[in-house]
């Protein structure tokens, strides 16, 4: 793979590289990176939240997300609504933090790092890293080395990665590039990855209340690729 163009900010980083970087209390920025956000919420930060907040998916999304749909998408956008505060806060966060930060959206993890996810010619997935400096982030003037590996790991971001490629399955199918999504595909997309607890209370897929979340979404996710694309091999 050859190297990216890149704004001047943003870096990409190999696997053994370090960089300097921590995010506490401390820094002078604390939580002003929580607000103007517009953050993408994937079906697994949804049940992550839903659990730190302790209700149902349905409410969540009802109390907490956006949803968009643009001619030319073939899946809808999930957000995170902002707060009407003067400041365009994120609805979670306090001075003294992120009232959900047991289930922050993995957008919120992996910062400053981004990742791109893409299929190998075996069909494993991989991926590349870059460092977003962004000018008014002082976690750059922290002491601490991190590497890829080591704000993959203290973030606990692994899981929310595996939920993410197994997305892609459905988000980058050869399908949606050539066709279009009818109201009830786009619906069922919703109804079946966002609002998990519906979708497992439906009975459509047997032995649900035996899973994980974190099984569950894999489960969802398959039963959604063979309704909307058929048993085409991707
Ligand atoms: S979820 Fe938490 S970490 Fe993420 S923007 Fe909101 S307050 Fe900040
Ligand atoms: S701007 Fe950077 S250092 Fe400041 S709170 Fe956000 S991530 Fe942490």
């Not at 050869?174 to 066709?179: C, I, V």
Request: aromatic share 12%.
């Amino acid at each position: 793979m050859g190297s990216l163009q890149l704004p001047e900010h943003i870096k990409e980083i190999t696997e053994h590289e370090t960089f300097k970087f921590n995010c506490h209390p401390g820094v002078p920025c604390f939580t002003d990176c929580c607000r103007q956000l517009e953050l993408a919420l994937t079906p697994y930060d949804v049940v992550r939240l839903s659990r730190a907040l302790h209700i149902p998916t349905k409410q969540f999304l009802e109390e907490y997300a956006v949803i968009e749909w643009e001619e030319g998408d073939f899946f809808p956008r999930v957000y995170l609504g902002m707060k009407d505060d003067g400041r365009v806060s994120c609805p979670f966060v306090e001075g003294k933090g992120c009232t959900v930060y047991s289930g922050r959206p993995g957008a919120c993890r992996v910062y400053p790092l981004g990742r791109g996810a893409f299929k190998q010619d075996d069909g494993s997935y991989d991926a590349i890293h870059v460092v977003l400096r962004e000018p008014h982030c002082h976690g750059f003037s922290e002491p601490d080395t991190q590497t890829v590996a080591k704000w993959t790991e203290g973030q606990e971001l692994h899981t929310y990665n595996s939920m993410n490629d197994a997305m892609l399955t459905i988000l980058q199918h050869p399908d949606t590039g050539r066709k279009k999504p009818t109201i009830e595909q786009r619906a069922l997309f919703l109804d079946t990855l966002y609002d998990q607890d519906s979708f497992r209370a439906c009975g459509k897929v047997e032995d649900s209340d035996q899973l994980s979340d974190e099984e569950f979404i894999l489960v969802a996710i398959n039963w959604l690729r063979v309704q909307l694309f058929g048993f085409f091999k991707f």
